[in-house]
Every structure is written in structure tokens, then in C-alpha cells.
């Protein structure tokens, strides 16, 4: 079954800790996303990338990292820096950058402070 | 001013009526747009995307674009309980990094017996 799988479901994270979203593909979809929502919120782009080795800063970047060493991987690190981490966190793909291919999501993992 | 704006609601509609969700955005450049639906708890779902002005209609979905007065909006016919959720209208905007979606913060949609 093609899809967008994030693991894990549920995330809990100590103080001064890193946690590691995954976030994994098999839609052979070139670019990817990662997004975060509070309650009452909609949705605020973290880090994108369109390539494997390239990724660029969203909207809200600061206190997280990434990496894309593989088309079908996308992982988002939630560092020590980020002081609110709690929230729902949603991965996205899309087939290319083409503003006409929509974005689909994954089914989410969300993150709580310990 | 925001974005992409939405009224948050929540909206309630009887079963069986029309549902009229709205949504303003402000880059005039916006080239694609999208509506999503989300369950409580659930990731977004896409259900309808529009490019050009006019309507476009997917079963009991029809999504609504005008451009001029940067305004789109999603129109359920025959709205069943399953219908509540919350529906989040999402605008392309293009930058030098690549296509992006802004997202409205959703409009929660009520279907009542």
C-alpha cells in the first residue's frame, strides 16, 4: 500500500533531551514537508525539501533540524532548543514542486513534554 | 493581516442542508488552491483543489475561485454527520525556495440531526 508512514504515534520528550520524528515514503514523491499544529492553529510549515541532499528553513524552524540522505526519508529532529515542543507534528509529500501537485499528509505523532 | 483567513466557527448546518465554508488570502499571486478535512485527531485529508476562477465540482463537494477578490470557498451539498470536522483551506504561494502552502487556521463544520 503506498503511503506516508510516521512513527512513532505518540512521542514523550524529557527536559534537555532530543527526540528523532520519522517520517517515511513509498509514493516516490520527490519532495517532502514538515508541519506543525497547535490546538485552534493551522498548520506552520518547519523545513522542507525538494531534493534528497537539500532542504530549506520554514516558517518556524528554529529548535529543529532535518536530513534527507534518501528520497523516501525525511526525519525531524526536535532539539533541546526548542522550548515548546508539544504539539501535533504532520509530515507531507508531494510528486514535485509544481504548485499544482497537492501535499498529502501522514497519519501524525504528537509530541508531549515529560 | 493574515495570510489565508478562515472563519473559525464553529458552523453549524441541519442534515441534508448546503454547507458554506469561506476562505480570504492576501498574495494575488496565489496560483493553487486547496481544501482539506480534518477529524478531530486525524491529519489533514485532501478533497478538492481548484486553479482556475469558476467552480469545481466532485460529488457533493464544489469548491468556488475568484480570483479578483482573492476568495474561495467549499460548498457541501446533502451535509451528513460525517461531514463535522474541521475543514482547512491551503493557498500555494510561490518564494524563492520553491512552491509553499499557507494554511487558514480551519473552519469547524457542525452537522446536526
Known amino acids: 500500500d503506498g503511503g506516508i508512514t510516521q512513527s512513532p504515534k505518540y512521542l514523550f520528550r524529557k527536559e534537555g533531551q532530543n527526540v528523532t520524528l520519522s517520517c517515511e515514503q513509498n509514493l516516490n514523491h520527490d519532495a517532502m514537508y514538515w508541519y506543525r499544529q497547535d490546538p485552534g492553529q493551522g498548520l506552520r510549515l518547519i523545513y522542507y525539501?525538494?531534493?534528497?541532499?537539500?532542504?530549506q528553513k520554514g516558517d518556524i524552524a528554529e529548535g529543529y533540524s532535518v536530513s534527507r540522505e534518501k528520497k523516501e526519508s525525511f526525519p525531524l529532529t526536535v532539539t533541546s532548543a526548542q522550548k515548546n515542543p508539544t504539539a501535533f507534528y504532520l509530515c507531507a509529500s508531494s510528486p514535485g514542486t509544481n504548485s499544482y501537485q497537492p501535499q498529502h499528509f501522514g497519519d501524525g505523532t504528537r509530541l508531549s513534554i515529560l | 493581516q493574515k495570510e489565508v483567513e478562515q472563519n473559525s466557527g464553529p458552523l453549524s448546518v441541519p442534515e441534508g442542508a448546503i454547507a458554506s465554508l469561506n476562505c480570504t488570502y492576501s498574495d494575488r499571486v496565489s496560483q493553487s488552491f486547496f481544501w482539506y478535512r480534518q477529524y478531530s485527531g486525524k491529519s489533514p485529508e485532501l478533497i478538492m483543489s481548484i486553479y482556475s476562477n469558476g467552480d469545481k465540482e466532485d460529488g457533493r463537494f464544489t469548491a468556488q475561485l475568484n480570483k479578483a477578490s482573492q476568495y474561495v470557498s467549499l460548498l457541501i451539498r446533502d451535509s451528513q454527520p460525517s461531514d463535522s470536522a474541521t475543514y482547512l483551506c491551503?493557498?500555494?504561494?510561490?518564494?524563492?525556495?520553491?512552491?509553499?502552502?499557507?494554511f487558514g487556521t480551519g473552519t469547524q463544520l457542525k452537522v446536526e440531526l
Open positions: 525539501s525538494q531534493i534528497v541532499n537539500d532542504f
Open positions: 491551503a493557498v500555494n504561494r510561490v518564494t524563492g525556495g520553491g512552491n509553499k502552502l499557507t
